[in-house]
């Protein structure tokens, strides 16, 4: 089978480089969900016999039926491990994946429609679970409707070397992603800018950073200035745009 993280790929298109997902989808259910299918093969280690229950995983009635239990006890055990995975992340690397995986609080949503959602979500990544599964294994609908995965080269199925190259390439799309998103999130620019800095004795702080469509504050007068001579900067607005359209150009500094 594809390597069970590999499924996580499958549900990117779902989700937004901040943590959360397009639209009303829960984040943590759409990839909590893709894995769900292979979730009976790690616990045969256990019991055995739970291996047989994979084929009602991998199944359409499973899709929309067991997968989104299965689903909810994958993120319920995600809740609790977190924060202490946080904990071990190194220093520089931990706010932004903090603020990556926290994505958007359930607490703003009606419990009616969380629950409807959280549902949607869990049975949508399963069923890209599902698909996938369907053209890398032997006698699957995927495989019976294009026969040439059941060819061979060097000995070996095609839709085992599917298998593999598919899950070597999600992997590095996974890599790709997660990067970028936590690249983003250690810049922490975006919308709002930077504060201006803090006023010296003798004269006023910077202004606030330029480019975002909003401004950063400007920075506090100097200590030592006659009055009216010493303010800081005020904090650039998004240049070129309309003074109406700036969401929020920086505060000059108070004078000395």
Request: charged share 15%; proline share 7%; glycine share 24%.
């Amino acid at each position: 089978m594809p390597f069970t993280l590999s499924h996580a790929a499958a549900v990117l298109p779902g989700l937004r480089r901040t943590g959360r997902a397009r639209g009303p989808l829960v984040a943590s259910a759409l990839v909590m969900g893709s894995f769900a299918p292979d979730m009976t093969y790690f616990a045969a280690s256990l019991a055995p016999d739970a291996m047989f229950f994979g084929t009602v995983t991998h199944s359409l009635a499973g899709v929309f039926t067991v997968d989104v239990l299965i689903t909810t006890a994958l993120v319920a055990a995600w809740l609790l491990v977190r924060e202490p995975l946080l904990a071990l992340l190194p220093d520089r690397v931990r706010p932004p994946a903090r603020a990556l995986v926290r994505g958007l609080p359930w607490r703003e949503r009606r419990p009616a429609a969380l629950a409807c959602w959280f549902w949607v979500s869990a049975a949508v990544g399963s069923a890209t679970h599902v698909g996938w599964d369907l053209f890398t294994h032997a006698d699957r609908w995927g495989t019976r409707l294009l026969p040439a995965l059941d060819g061979t080269v060097a000995g070996v199925p095609l839709y085992t070397i599917l298998q593999y190259g598919s899950s070597a390439a999600a992997l590095v799309l996974l890599g790709w992603f997660g990067a970028r998103a936590l690249r983003e999130r250690r810049g922490g620019g975006g919308p709002g800018g930077g504060g201006g800095g803090g006023g010296g004795p003798r004269g006023g702080g910077g202004g606030g950073g330029v480019g975002a469509p909003g401004g950063g504050g400007g920075g506090g007068g100097g200590a030592r200035r006659p009055a009216g001579l010493g303010g800081g900067g005020g904090g650039g607005g998004a240049p070129g745009l309309p003074a109406a359209r700036r969401r929020g150009g920086g505060g000059g500094g108070g004078g000395g």
